[in-house]
């Protein structure tokens, strides 16, 4: 099946920082990436539709200032929390649809942690 | 609106007998589910998918689902547990084109 990979896989980091996380289709274009945040164990939650060449589609209650998406290619899409603090630590994932398919491929996500 | 509900969020069994994982579906029309599996610091990988086709969907691993519109339920279930099976799993079901609603998940543990 296709594979999203997603960089990097652990990242802690000072308060106050940025941190950009990418994600890339492998071996398949994604006009439409998405990115969810997960909370130690609770579900997945939808943060934002990132649409290749137009602006990112935000879920109610996120902050677009906050979480800046980028989809620079048909293969990559990045979320960069900015001015991270404690509370932005969580899980963060990224899927893409597969072409002409009914499903989401997911990475691995990427575990952000914030001093 | 479309949502799941994972009546369970915390199933134990034992190595060799079946696992049920339940979920309940709510749609105002002929849903898309979907079951993922998340092993510990991994990623989702997709087990099985219902689209309007057959009612029993079998996955990987050896999990089948049902797709009982009577009950609005897609309960998973596998016949004989693995220890390698213990992980969570989520319900999802598809909301748009590509937004999906996941449940809020059952851990699964598999008892040696």
């Known amino acids: 099946g296709a594979v999203v990979s997603q960089h990097p896989s652990w990242v802690i980091c000072k308060s106050g920082t940025s941190v950009k996380i990418e994600c890339r289709s492998l071996?398949?274009?994604?006009?439409?990436m998405f990115w969810y945040r997960q909370f130690p164990k609770q579900s997945l939650m939808l943060m934002a539709t990132s649409n290749e060449g137009s602006k990112a589609t935000y879920e109610q209650g996120v902050e677009k200032d906050k979480f800046l998406i980028n989809h620079a290619s048909l293969t990559l899409s990045t979320l960069t929390v900015t001015s991270a603090h404690p509370e932005d630590s969580s899980f963060y994932i990224c899927?893409?649809?597969?072409?002409?398919?009914?499903?989401?491929?997911f990475g691995a996500g990427t575990r952000l942690s914030v001093l | 609106a479309q949502s799941v509900t994972q009546l369970d969020s915390h199933v134990s069994v034992s190595e060799g007998t079946p696992v049920l994982l339940r979920c309940n579906y709510s749609s105002s029309y002929s849903p898309s589910l979907f079951w993922y599996v998340q092993h510990p610091n991994k990623g989702l990988q997709l087990l099985l998918k219902y689209t309007s086709a057959a009612t029993l969907v079998k996955g990987i691993n050896g999990f089948e689902a049902e797709f009982k519109k009577s009950e609005t339920s897609f309960h998973l279930t596998k016949p004989s547990a693995h220890m390698s099976d213990a992980a969570e799993y989520f319900c999802v079901v598809r909301a748009g084109t590509y937004k999906y609603i996941f449940g809020t998940g059952t851990r699964l543990k598999v008892l040696a």
């Open positions: 071996d398949f274009q994604a006009t439409t």
């Open positions: 899927s893409a649809p597969g072409t002409g398919e009914n499903i989401q491929y």
